[in-house]
């Protein structure tokens, strides 16, 4: 698996991600629009000071009636209108734009998920990707919403602001009272970069203990058991405590820049009334000037306080692109290879030939030298004692994981050259978990082809001999099967697991280990269904019980990632070897277990 990792430690990196680029030029006209209102209502609120100002200098020199009062009056009901509608405008289009981005992004990497290979998914666990998907696009959505909408409001508000002041109120005054802003620059330069790494810290944090409660909550049934609650609590209150320090060690940044940059502003506030009020007493600016002034500097309190939000919020969303693109870099390690064309159906023969395979980063192979052939309409027979191989076998010939080139054929073609997607529409897989989704039954065996009617699910039920045990559910085939199955017995899952194969009738079907949780009774009825539905069509079954694959047309048996023995049942008796071993201990077993029932 290649995963690039981008090198960015700067906040503003995100700004220079290609996919923070492709978002935003997709929606660039409804930003623009939410812009331009931004700044329009930001330049005119700022004259709400002068006209205030003005007035009071108009009353102040003693030529203010009471019939000048609705001038100012309906020049600030004006503004305020048009501010109030104005905010409605661009938070429409700015915050909704920010919104259908993350909707996008979300979109766009759980597609990007699923064309990454079963290795990624091994090294990265559901707790991880599940922050990736959730709180880190969060973060960055914040940055197109917040940052957008504070960074413009108060550059707008600030420069208008600071024109207005130095043009119209007194140049010397201004700067004094900006002359707290140094320490913010220099604050700021130290604080981003610790934030950012603060940040990335809780998100992996928040990834760890997401991961937790996923796997203990999915093997509760287990945790139960075995009496371990007491244990797991002490296991989640230390991740929980990891999670919460991280939090906290963020927080604390938080916690000194907004009240920081409250005291700069304090401090501006400070300076500008001492200076002010020295220079209005000396003529240099009026009393109304003084007070246009003041509020002035109270509209730049806003964006003041504003930088610390903006840098928080930036350095968050910037360390989580970060983190969203070590996954939208990783490529899958297996796709189709440029030979690979879609040349009609698949055929069901398959063919190995010296098929060697070992896991990446693993010296010693898993299977080594495994050679067979097996004619369409024939059914295999995989046995062998467990991690011999025999799963590894199926996943090669499903490309889950890849094998060398030469060493596979399906319908006679290399597998190589067969597209990823037609290769495993030709396959029914039955895997050993069984997963059943948390939907209804019906959903979960029409999973692989929705088009399928309601006759066609039953009729699959049946051949898998669940069709009796869905109806005698209050809600038949509507019933909800609840997370991973949960509301059935192991024997259920395996059977409707059965059915959602059985119903695609493939020309290739794989059962793996798929009829272990049932009696030998039901597991005969499941073959004797195969037998004759599956006439014409390949079937590769792997079992632990002899009696599952004995009818098989070949059987393979895989010791230590070889085939040491094959042929029928009959051919393998005969050789008196492992098959035949297994045989006689399992038919001892049985046997025994009758005398223990009499």
Same mark, same amino acid.
């Given at each position: 698996?290649?995963? !690039?990792?981008?090198?960015?430690?700067?906040?503003?990196?995100?700004?220079?991600?290609?996919?923070a680029?492709?978002?935003? @030029?997709?929606?660039?006209?409804?930003?623009?629009?939410?812009?331009?209102?931004?700044?329009i209502?930001?330049?005119?609120?700022?004259?709400?000071?002068?006209?205030?100002?003005?007035?009071?200098?108009?009353?102040?020199?003693?030529?203010?009636?009471?019939?000048?009062?609705?001038?100012?009056?309906?020049?600030?009901?004006?503004?305020?209108?048009?501010?109030?509608?104005?905010?409605?405008?661009?938070?429409w289009?700015?915050f909704?734009?920010?919104?259908?981005?993350?909707?996008?992004?979300?979109?766009?990497?759980?597609?990007?998920?699923?064309?990454?290979?079963?290795?990624?998914?091994?090294?990265?666990?559901?707790?991880?990707?599940?922050?990736?998907?959730?709180?880190?696009?969060?973060?960055?959505?914040?940055?197109?919403? #917040?940052?957008?909408?504070?960074?413009?409001?108060?550059?707008?508000?600030?420069?208008?602001?600071?024109?207005?002041?130095?043009?119209?109120?007194?140049?010397?005054?201004?700067?004094?009272a900006?002359?707290?802003?140094?320490?913010?620059?220099l604050?700021?330069?130290? #604080?981003?970069?610790?934030?950012?790494? %603060?940040?990335?810290? %809780?998100?992996?944090?928040?990834?760890?203990?997401?991961?937790f409660?996923?796997?203990?909550?999915?093997?509760?049934k287990?945790i139960?058991?075995?009496?371990?609650?007491?244990?797991?609590?002490?296991?989640?209150?230390?991740?929980?405590?990891?999670?919460?320090?991280?939090?906290?060690?963020?927080?604390?940044?938080?916690?000194?820049?907004?009240?920081? $940059?409250?005291?700069?502003?304090?401090?501006?506030?400070?300076?500008?009334?001492?200076?002010?009020?020295?220079?209005?007493?000396?003529?240099?600016?009026?009393?109304?000037?003084? @007070?246009?002034?003041?509020?002035?500097?109270n509209?730049?309190?806003?964006?003041?306080?504003?930088?610390?939000?903006?840098?928080?919020?930036?350095?968050?969303?910037?360390?989580?692109?970060?983190?969203?693109?070590?996954?939208?870099?990783?490529?899958?390690?297996i796709?189709?290879?440029?030979?690979?064309?879609?040349?009609?159906?698949?055929?069901?023969?398959?063919?190995?030939?010296?098929?060697?395979?070992?896991?990446p980063?693993?010296?010693?192979?898993?299977?080594?030298? #495994? &050679?067979f052939?097996?004619?369409?309409?024939?059914?295999?027979?995989?046995?062998?004692?467990?991690?011999?191989g025999?799963?590894?076998?199926?996943?090669?010939?499903?490309?889950?994981?890849?094998p &060398?080139?030469?060493?596979?054929?399906i319908?006679? %073609?290399?597998?190589?050259?067969?597209?990823?997607?037609?290769?495993?529409?030709?396959?029914?897989?039955?895997?050993?978990?069984?997963?059943?989704?948390?939907?209804?039954?019906?959903?979960?065996? %029409?999973?692989?082809?929705?088009?399928?009617?309601?006759?066609?699910?039953e009729?699959?039920?049946?051949?898998?001999?669940?069709?009796?045990?869905?109806?005698?559910?209050?809600?038949?085939?509507?019933?909800?099967?609840g997370?991973r199955?949960?509301?059935?017995?192991?024997?259920?899952?395996?059977?409707?697991?059965?059915a959602?194969?059985?119903?695609l009738?493939?020309?290739?079907?794989?059962?793996?280990?798929?009829?272990?949780?049932?009696?030998?009774?039901?597991?005969?009825?499941?073959?004797?269904?195969?037998?004759?539905?599956? !006439?014409?069509?390949?079937?590769?079954?792997?079992?632990?019980?002899? &009696?599952?694959?004995?009818?098989?047309?070949?059987?393979?048996?895989?010791?230590?990632?070889?085939?040491?023995? $094959?042929?029928?049942?009959?051919?393998?008796?005969?050789?008196?070897?492992?098959?035949?071993?297994?045989?006689?201990?399992?038919?001892?077993?049985?046997?025994?277990?009758e005398?223990?029932?009499?």
């Amino acid at each position: 698996m290649e995963q !690039k990792q981008p090198k960015r430690g700067k906040a503003l990196d995100i700004f220079r991600s290609k996919y923070a680029q492709k978002f935003i @030029g997709k929606y660039k006209w409804s930003y623009l629009i939410g812009i331009i209102v931004l700044i329009i209502i930001d330049v005119l609120q700022t004259e709400v000071p002068l006209v205030v100002g003005e007035t009071i200098d108009q009353v102040a020199a003693g030529g203010f009636t009471a019939s000048m009062v609705w001038n100012p009056v309906i020049k600030l009901a004006i503004i305020a209108i048009v501010v109030f509608l104005g905010r409605i405008i661009w938070r429409w289009f700015i915050f909704g734009s920010a919104r259908k981005i993350e909707r996008d992004m979300r979109n766009e990497l759980y597609a990007h998920l699923q064309t990454l290979s079963a290795s990624y998914f091994h090294e990265h666990k559901a707790g991880e990707i599940m922050a990736y998907i959730s709180s880190d696009i969060e973060a960055v959505r914040m940055v197109f919403a #917040v940052t957008v909408m504070m960074g413009m409001d108060s550059i707008a508000i600030g420069v208008s602001t600071l024109w207005k002041m130095v043009t119209q109120i007194d140049l010397t005054l201004t700067i004094m009272a900006f002359i707290p802003m140094i320490l913010v620059a220099l604050t700021t330069t130290f #604080v981003g970069g610790e934030l950012h790494r %603060r940040f990335k810290n %809780r998100q992996q944090a928040y990834s760890d203990l997401s991961d937790f409660v996923n796997e203990k909550l999915g093997g509760m049934k287990v945790i139960k058991a075995f009496v371990q609650e007491p244990y797991e609590r002490e296991n989640f209150e230390k991740v929980n405590k990891i999670a919460c320090d991280a939090n906290v060690k963020e927080a604390r940044i938080q916690a000194f820049m907004f009240p920081f $940059m409250r005291a700069v502003t304090g401090l501006s506030m400070a300076l500008a009334i001492g200076y002010g009020g020295y220079i209005a007493i000396l003529g240099r600016i009026t009393v109304g000037n003084f @007070g246009s002034f003041i509020m002035f500097l109270n509209n730049l309190m806003w964006p003041m306080a504003a930088i610390g939000r903006i840098i928080n919020v930036l350095t968050r969303g910037s360390a989580a692109m970060q983190r969203l693109e070590t996954v939208l870099h990783a490529e899958p390690d297996i796709y189709d290879w440029p030979q690979a064309k879609d040349e009609g159906d698949v055929s069901g023969s398959i063919e190995a030939k010296n098929l060697t395979f070992a896991y990446p980063g693993k010296s010693a192979p898993v299977l080594e030298n #495994v &050679s067979f052939k097996l004619e369409k309409g024939q059914t295999l027979g995989i046995v062998g004692r467990t991690g011999t191989g025999k799963t590894t076998l199926v996943n090669l010939l499903m490309r889950v994981f890849e094998p &060398s080139e030469g060493q596979l054929f399906i319908g006679g %073609r290399e597998i190589h050259q067969i597209p990823l997607l037609q290769l495993r529409d030709t396959m029914g897989y039955v895997p050993q978990d069984n997963f059943l989704f948390s939907d209804t039954i019906s959903e979960n065996i %029409r999973f692989g082809d929705r088009s399928k009617t309601q006759q066609e699910i039953e009729q699959a039920a049946k051949a898998a001999c669940v069709h009796d045990n869905i109806v005698d559910f209050a809600e038949g085939y509507e019933t909800m099967v609840g997370e991973r199955g949960v509301s059935l017995s192991g024997g259920q899952k395996q059977r409707i697991a059965i059915a959602r194969a059985l119903i695609l009738d493939p020309e290739i079907l794989i059962l793996d280990d798929s009829v272990s949780a049932v009696d030998t009774d039901t597991e005969e009825k499941i073959l004797q269904h195969l037998r004759q539905t599956r !006439k014409g069509k390949t079937n590769i079954i792997i079992a632990h019980r002899i &009696s599952t694959i004995q009818d098989a047309d070949k059987i393979i048996v895989i010791d230590k990632g070889t085939i040491a023995e $094959m042929g029928s049942h009959d051919q393998l008796m005969e050789l008196d070897g492992i098959y035949a071993d297994m045989y006689n201990r399992q038919l001892l077993e049985k046997m025994k277990k009758e005398e223990y029932a009499l």
